[in-house]
């Protein structure tokens, strides 16, 4: 199968969220107490989780949806919004990890409409309970208004013994230039 690439507001997408000629990226071993889970549409957030990934020695896993968004970003954006009036999530075709063994679960998601995006906040609301007791950092990336109520979000579907800690947005067309400032971000909160 070709990748067909589509460009909406500097992020690319093969229309697959990420995997059209790729599998799922799930790195599950016994050695490590800290957790990335993530969503990408168009791969600027999964480049952020590997290198997490690689600097922390973590675990990743990758979210998936049933009905992946469409190549075409105006058709995402109204998918996306139509999801979020009504407030019906897309349905998660990801097989959720025990979550028990981790310390610390670090969430990536780009940010859609100023708000964590809907993948992301599906898997809050049926396991974001499974994260009591729990250090939890978001980092995310954007088309260039921050990470908007992402921190109010998480605190809200998470219990009141999770420790939220800072979160890290990145403007998605910078995010491979500013991996200084990345990793500087990865490094307190580790």
């Known amino acids: 199968m070709n990748k067909i690439l589509t460009t ?3 992020a690319v997408s093969d229309g697959m969220d990420t ?3 790729e599998k799922l990226t799930k790195l599950l071993n016994n050695a490590t107490k800290t957790l990335i889970i993530y969503f990408s549409r168009s791969g600027n957030t999964e480049k952020q ?3 997490a990934q690689g600097f922390l020695n973590a675990d990743i896993f990758e979210l998936s949806v049933k009905n992946s968004y469409p190549s075409n970003y105006t058709q995402t954006v109204n998918r996306s919004t139509d999801e979020r009036e009504s407030q019906v999530w897309p349905e998660l075709q990801s097989k959720i990890p025990n979550l028990n063994k981790y310390d610390t679960i670090l969430l990536g998601h780009p940010i859609w409409a100023m708000t964590i995006a809907n993948p992301m906040r599906e898997f809050l ?4 309970e499974l994260l009591a007791n729990k250090k939890v950092a978001s980092f995310s990336t954007n088309a260039g ?3 908007g109520e992402t921190q109010r979000v998480i605190s809200e579907l998470t219990p009141n013994s999770t420790k939220i800690l800072n979160n ?3 403007q ?3 995010a491979r230039k500013d991996q200084v400032n ?3 971000w990865l490094e307190e909160i580790k």
């Open 8 to 10: 909406g507001r500097g």
């Open 49 to 51: 989780a590997k290198i």
């Open 168 to 170: 890290y947005s990145v």
């Open 19 to 21: 995997n059209a000629n």
């Open 182 to 184: 990345f990793i500087n």
């Open 145 to 147: 208004y921050g990470s």
């Open 172 to 174: 998605d067309i910078h």
């Open 125 to 128: 609301e049926e396991y974001g």
